[in-house]
């Protein structure tokens, strides 16, 4: 029984050793011959698409709605709704409003913003200086000029906090415009 079981265990060891060694990985070589006999056994170069070949599909004429009245098939050039007519005409009169003057515009926008958040926050180091500065001197004469320089970078700061205001309502206005005139989102980013 023994040798029986030894018997079939070598004889299944040895296919498998004898598939394995019919079995072989292919060489970068091997594979580099076979494109090369391939490619010269194509006759006929394949079709090569261009732009013109992908030029709009030819209009299917649809079944019409009534049998009375034939199906209008709208010009390449017309619109389908009078609200994109309106958009038209409205691109017609702002030709300079293209995904350039958006991004600019929006570019410009909050540069001035963080610029003025910036000089907000210098001003606001300034003062907290001189307000140290101030508690810090015993002289009246000296502490009459640190105090005049505070309340100059105070009344500067008050501006440049209402500007911030400002800068804060123009993005907001510029994205409200730019929703009406339908911009796409990727033009104001």
Known sequence: MRTSV???????????????????????????????????????????????????????PSAPANAGTPAATPSPGASSTPAADDKAKDAAKDGTKDQNYWSQRKKDLDSKLERDKVLADAMQSRINGLTTDFAARSDPAQRAVIERDRQRAVTELDGLQRSLKDDQKALTDFADDARKASVPPGWIR
């Open 6 to 60: 030894y018997l079939s265990a070598v004889v299944v060891f040895a296919g498998l050793a004898g598939a394995a060694v019919s079995v072989r990985a292919q060489t970068l070589g091997d594979v580099s011959r076979q494109e090369e006999e391939r490619r010269k056994e194509i006759k006929t170069p394949a079709k090569v698409y261009t732009n013109k070949d992908l030029s709009a599909p030819p209009v299917m």
